[in-house]
C-alpha cells in the first residue's frame, strides 16, 4: 500500500475517533441542559453554554483534516 494512503487512513482513523468522543460530549451536555438530542447540524450551531462550545469547536476544527484524509485514502493511485 502506499504510504501516503496509509498515513491518511491512520489520520481518518484516528481523527474520526476524536469526532466521535467530542460528539459525545456534546450530547452529554446538550441533554443536560435541553432534556433532548441535540440539531443533526449541531457542529454548525453555536451556543451560549461554553462547555457545549468547547467540543462543538474541537469538531469543527477537526472535520476538514477528516475529510481531506478520507478524500486522499478513497482517491488514491
Given at each position: 500500500?502506499?504510504p501516503v494512503?496509509?498515513?491518511?487512513?491512520?489520520?481518518?482513523?484516528?481523527v474520526a475517533?476524536?469526532?466521535?468522543i467530542?460528539?459525545?460530549?456534546y450530547v452529554?451536555?446538550?441533554a443536560?441542559?435541553?432534556?433532548?438530542?441535540p440539531?443533526?447540524m449541531?457542529?454548525?450551531?453555536?451556543?451560549?453554554?461554553?462547555?457545549l462550545?468547547?467540543p462543538?469547536q474541537?469538531a469543527?476544527?477537526l472535520?476538514?483534516f477528516?475529510?481531506v484524509?478520507?478524500a486522499?485514502?478513497?482517491?488514491?493511485?
Amino acid at each position: 500500500m502506499n504510504p501516503v494512503a496509509l498515513f491518511a487512513l491512520l489520520v481518518a482513523s484516528t481523527v474520526a475517533v476524536a469526532l466521535w468522543i467530542q460528539g459525545r460530549r456534546y450530547v452529554r451536555r446538550y441533554a443536560e441542559l435541553h432534556h433532548r438530542a441535540p440539531p443533526a447540524m449541531w457542529m454548525f450551531q453555536k451556543t451560549d453554554d461554553p462547555e457545549l462550545e468547547r467540543p462543538r469547536q474541537t469538531a469543527l476544527i477537526l472535520l476538514p483534516f477528516f475529510l481531506v484524509a478520507l478524500a486522499v485514502y478513497l482517491l488514491r493511485p
